[in-house]
């Protein structure tokens, strides 16, 4: 179970990305930066040229903690929640569930998606390759 | 330099309304019993009040958060007042009184009561999820949506990702981190308002189920129904009012990492927090070795580790070796740390406790739990917003 985020004009892309299986993430046309979440302007230059641009779907595990509590009747535990460092730049952060028994920071880790309606949960597990 | 605006102003009265898991009396109740005792404290009566404010004002969103905004509060306790507020944003939990230290140095207001209520203890018997992040609507929107989904429905789940890179980072351990919720108890024995006064030990402690690792039962505060409120006077107002004058001897703020959504760093410290603690010590001669007590925020027990570094109390990476058996932070410690039993163990005031029990313990109002000559306090406010101040008495 899971409540799902609302579709902002900022945020919808996030959320809908993984429809055709490809992580994106806001990057700035002028000077490169990625950022996360979106902003309608470039933290680093200021340029409004920012726009989602596909990422490898690739990062480490920053830090995690293992649930156990039930808040909710009927939420499933425990689980993972975790903050995943992307590949594409330092401090690039998302937050996410990570699935799979085993969890240690520094893990290398890889995006699916888990579909729900129309929204496209980007989650990670371990990445063996 | 040009006075700052905190050496013009100075703390006269403090109190707080009794505290409940529920309480039988509502937010509005509770807030005008911890004002008029505030206001009574200091030696003035209502009509002498000429300013209110509140963190975070009245939401209707429920979960007991926030229950009653400025406005209520001066009808019902007779104020007129000329300078308003409630704060919602900014530094976090202190904000209503850095704004209104302001005020007051600007000559908008020469007494003002800033007050605190929480009835989230209430708000839970009605609905128990009524205190978790997902809100009441059927999708999550806002900061919380980066959160919600993954289930991290209790501020505890992000804290606790601050924990665990803390402790691998550190090499830290659980015991050291408990050592916090053990010292809470301990003053809380003596605090007769505290909710836990049953004394805890390290095995207790390490007995309790972990909640989101690695984070346990005790590391987490206890919601309530309660009030704070706090007079703030003109210090020319000051001298001659009840209680000698506390001053605020320095204020440090800031805004950023969680509150934005924007987390920069290891995860194993709050950046804005650090900036904060610099802008306090910027604004004072006082150094971290003249503090003779801390009322550090424990919102969860990481709060603390995160705030003593962040306040320069100790090096980066040295909170956990600090705590470690608890000596150090005791009441006749080295630095005596959340004398009343912080909010793990006195309950949610949501930072107010901290600020009340600064005030305790300058007035020598401690009884068990007075810490000895106690002149200088450092408290420190807030896990999305911070604050932080000294306070100091002559």
Known sequence: MRKLPKLEPETAFYWTCGADGRLRIQRCGQCGTYQHPPFPRCS??????????????KGRLASYTVNHEAWVPGLAVPFVFGVVELAEQAQLYVFTNVLGREVRIGMPLTVEFEHHGDVWLPMFREDRE | MTLLPEKQVCITGAAQSEVGRPSPRTALQLTADACLAAIADAGLSPSDIDGIATYPGKSSEGGGIAPVSPSEAAAVLGIEPRWILASAEGFS??????????????????HVVVFRSVAQAQARLVSRASTLMSGARDRVDGNNAWTVPYNALSPINTFALYAQAYFDKYGADEAQLGAIAVNNRANAAHNPIAIYRKPLTLDDYLAARVISSPLRLFDCDSHIDGSTAIVLSHRDAAKDLRNPPLHIEAMGMAVGGLWVGRHKGDFTELPAAHRAGAMLWERTDLTPADMDCAQIYDGFSIHVWMWLEALGLVPKGEACRFTEGGQRI?????????????????????GYGHIHEATVQLWGRGGGRQVRDARTCIVSNGGYGYGAMILRRD
């Open chain 1, 44 to 57: 680093n230059c200021g340029s409004e040229a920012v726009a989602p641009a596909p990422v490898s779907g």
């Open chain 2, 93 to 110: 939990h202190m904000a209503p009184i850095f704004n209104a230290v302001t005020a007051i140095a600007c000559g908008l207001a020469r």
């Open chain 2, 330 to 350: 005791a009441l006749d410690g080295e630095l005596p740390l959340n004398t009343g039993g912080g909010q793990l163990s006195a309950g949610r005031f949501h």
